[in-house]
Nanobody, 124 residues
Framework: QLQPVESGGGSVQAGGSLRLSCIAI????????MAWFRQAPGKQREAVAA????????YYAASVKGRFTISQDAARETVHLQMNSLKTEEAAMYSC?????????????????WGQGTQVTVSS
């Protein structure tokens, strides 16, 4: 089974930007929601943002609203997460997931297909 594949992680100073990408051809055509989640060591996985693959409505965690943008390319092959004004506490493993049903719920348990993740490090 082809998993989503993330890229774009790296190290950035606080206040900087990163753009994550998720190749998810199989899921953007077959599932209602694609989403980004993150998990820092010792913490629970938390939702970052979700997008409706057929309608392109987007949903965000309150903590990232106004700074992060989730998008899908026109070919519906890749989902991006543009992250601006990054904070040190946002350092985490960021994972792309597909298979969500109610995108606005931002609940990881709804998602069946997960990538391996891409590490984001934010230094002060």
């Amino acid at each position: 089974q082809l998993q989503p594949v993330e890229s774009g992680g790296g190290s950035v100073q606080a206040g900087g930007s990163l753009r994550l990408s998720c190749i998810a051809i199989k899921y953007t055509y077959t599932t209602n929601c694609m989403a980004w989640f993150r998990q820092a060591p010792g913490k629970q996985r938390e939702a970052v943002a979700a997008i409706v693959t057929r309608g392109l409505d987007t949903y965000y965690a309150a903590s990232v609203k106004g700074r992060f943008t989730i998008s899908q390319d026109a070919a519906r092959e890749t989902v991006h997460l543009q992250m601006n004004s990054l904070k040190t506490e946002e350092a985490a493993m960021y994972s792309c997931a597909g298979g969500g049903v109610v995108c606005s719920d931002l609940i990881p348990q709804q998602y069946s297909y997960w990538g391996q993740g891409t590490q984001v490090t934010v230094s002060s």
